[in-house]
């Protein structure tokens, strides 16, 4: 049996290491470790590679904060604030189907060494306003012992296979998570209580903290580390050599509420984070077409008064020129001179309407929208402060929404009244010729 001494991840005192099983104790701290050999490319390219020191794993699980019944609430605040969302999606969302999951998650927190040697760029701006700099570059190497880096990686295999979201509830939040339960015979029974699925760790940890995808972000995080503490703006050529030192491990079951709702008769899946209700992950819903409508037609209206101004112009003056040139021929009747005069003049006023009308019709439009955000921040109190539900809460949206509504049955003749002002406005140039 082959006994050897490394120092403790914890303490630095000096490990007992049985080789045969793998298996490590601190004589001092008494933390119990466990021992891997590196991926073999990794001992390949260096034969002084330090076998990477397992702390012993811990495992836990974070308890779901709210029940199925707080799903659509949940669901109908996030869209409420989403302005492309219909405003009635409140009202006529139907959560069909929800169940309870448990997604295996690692937390590794590596400690690391790394030696590099790169090519650092270091910008120069002119004094100038005009943006332009030189680049500076420097060869430089060094070393860095110590570096800690924390990685998180599904567990199953199954989840990463069938796509089950699980980005949401592995960023920066994390950082900040509340401590979790360890009391496995507490997640049995909830398990067991309220029927949820726990899909199993079946990805080794070393397989998980070893594979191409980790191990590309922890270079893509040393590489950062690196430019940031030399202050670099660009960075190239970087050969980068990781040492793994010690790794401690979580393995942790996150909640997660997966299922269906339904609106305008179709069907949308939806996962949303047990613990944080805020956090979900939705397909696209079909947008508001009324407000989307609506704020085009404001556009319209304006274009409308522009474009008739450019076309009254130039039609006229076109006109204008080939009466001068068949007049010597034929003699110009009043009407023909009355129709040329009239175009012409109506080119004077159609630009003012357009110059106008781009300011009202700009203070329109921020009216309008601000009747949208306060209709919609109406109904996110009500669904904040859950004091209305059901068929009260449809009363009130439907007695707000007639108002709205109307307001959007006026705004959508917006361009049709634009033509009927251009066309009066040439009407009675036309008749000032006669």
Not at 139 to 151: A, M, S, Y
Not at 335 to 355: D, E, Q
Request: charged share 25%.
């Amino acid at each position: 049996m082959k006994i050897t001494q490394i120092q403790c991840p914890s303490c630095l005192g000096q490990l007992t290491v049985d080789w045969e099983t793998g298996k490590a104790v601190c004589q001092y701290c008494l933390t119990k470790s466990v021992l891997h050999s590196p991926p073999k490319q990794t001992q390949e390219a260096s034969n002084e590679q330090v076998p990477v020191v397992f702390q012993e794993v811990k495992e836990g699980f974070y308890s779901f904060t709210f029940n199925e019944d707080e799903v659509a609430i949940a669901l109908k605040k996030w869209l409420i604030q989403q302005e492309s969302v219909p405003e009635d999606i409140v009202v006529h969302l139907e959560v069909s189907e929800v169940k309870r999951y448990f997604i295996p998650i690692y937390e590794f927190q590596v400690t690391y060494t790394m030696h590099w040697e790169g090519a650092f760029g270091y910008d120069t701006h002119s004094i100038a306003w005009d943006g332009s700099h030189t680049t500076t570059w420097e060869k430089k190497r060094g070393d860095h012992p110590d570096e800690t880096v924390i990685l998180y990686q599904c567990g199953s295999s199954e989840v990463i296979e069938q796509e089950i979201p699980q980005s949401f509830e592995v960023n920066d939040e994390m950082k900040r998570k509340p401590h979790f339960s360890t009391d496995q015979k507490e997640f049995q029974q909830l398990v067991s209580a309220h029927a949820i699925h726990a899909f199993p760790f079946d990805i080794e940890q070393e397989q998980a903290l070893f594979g191409s995808e980790k191990q590309a972000e922890l270079r893509a995080q040393a590489n950062a580390v690196i430019q940031k503490k030399e202050s670099a703006d660009h960075l190239k050529e970087l050969h980068l050599d990781l040492s793994l030192i010690s790794c401690a491990t979580e393995k942790l079951y996150f909640p997660l509420y997966m299922g269906t709702f339904k609106y305008q008769e179709q069907s949308f899946e939806f996962a949303i984070d047990g613990k944080d209700p805020d956090r979900m992950k939705l397909p696209i819903i079909p947008q508001c077409q009324e407000t989307l409508q609506t704020v085009a037609n404001f556009s319209k209206a304006r274009k409308v008064f522009g474009w008739s101004s450019v076309l009254f112009f130039t039609l006229g003056v076109l006109l204008l020129f080939l009466a001068l040139f068949i007049s010597e021929w034929i003699p110009l009747g009043r009407v023909f001179r009355a129709v040329i005069g009239g175009i012409v003049m109506s080119s004077l006023p159609t630009a003012i309407y357009w110059v106008v009308s781009g300011i009202v019709l700009h203070f329109l439009k921020e009216q309008y929208l601000k009747t949208v955000q306060k209709f919609r921040d109406e109904l996110k109190r009500e669904l904040l402060g859950k004091k209305t539900a059901g068929t009260a809460l449809l009363a009130n949206y439907e007695k707000r929404g007639k108002h709205l509504a109307r307001i959007r049955k006026f705004y959508e003749w917006l361009d049709t009244l634009a033509y009927v002002v251009v066309i009066a406005t040439l009407i009675w140039n036309i008749r000032r010729f006669f």
